[in-house]
């Protein structure tokens, strides 16, 4: 069983284990399955330890990781994403305003990104937020970037009579939505000057706003980093 994908933080991560990794034995049972390794871990249960076997470059050794109860899939890409590099998007269709062909076209801004989607109640609900937050911060260098997997034409209609000030993208392969690892919308990313993700807000919850802002202040606030 090869491990595809390692969450950040997570008790696997803090084990050792690493993409790619093959998961070979539990408590020593030899794996044939997922499904034993599934069936192990519930077993054990949260603060227990599962002694695992993995093989990484024709080399096997012993990992131990401590289980912890399962924190949800919002809480999951909180884990993943925030304090690594925000992933780089090919080319977007341009729906409003300017949308650079890169993220590293952005290095000493700060990005406020939000995954949205014209069929969202909620989105079109967060839409003034961002609008606010870019007509108050443009200036001092926040780029307020709507990103959706709808057609240009149709993300066109909803920008315009939702009155988005900021600019708006079509991505329409859904690449960049599954680089950041997004299943729910709206989702947002703040992004440092560096290109570090340093805060991930899932659904609308306007209790949120106001600590988005301020640390969207402290960011903004931030030297720029060296060329």
Not at 13 to 21: E, Y
Not at 30 to 59: S, T
Not at 103 to 117: S, T
């Amino acid at each position: 069983m090869v491990a595809k994908h390692v969450v950040t933080s997570s008790p696997a991560a803090k084990a050792g284990i690493v993409d790619g990794d093959h998961v070979v034995a539990a408590d020593g049972v030899p794996l044939e399955d997922p499904k034993q390794l599934v069936a192990r871990v519930a077993l054990a249960g949260p603060g227990n330890v599962v002694n695992l076997r993995i093989r990484r470059g024709g080399q096997e050794r012993d990992v131990a990781p401590t289980l912890v109860p399962f924190p949800g899939h919002d809480q999951i890409l909180r884990l993943d994403k925030i304090g690594t590099f925000a992933p780089g998007w090919k080319p977007l269709a341009t729906v409003a305003g300017t949308v650079p062909a890169n993220l590293g076209a952005l290095r000493g801004n700060v990005v406020l990104l939000d995954f949205w989607a014209t069929w969202c109640g909620p989105c079109r609900l967060m839409a003034p937020q961002l609008s606010k937050w870019h007509t108050t911060y443009a200036a001092q260098g926040l780029r307020v970037i709507g990103l959706t997997t709808d057609s240009v034409g149709v993300a066109t209609k909803t920008a315009q009579a939702l009155s988005m000030r900021y600019a708006v993208a079509s991505d329409a392969s859904e690449s960049t939505s599954a680089a950041y690892g997004v299943k729910a919308l709206p989702t947002m990313f703040v992004i440092d000057k560096k290109g570090v993700i340093r805060d991930v807000v899932i659904g609308y919850d306007p209790s949120r706003h106001a600590q988005v802002e301020k640390l969207l202040q402290a960011l903004l606030a931030e030297p720029a980093p060296a060329p």
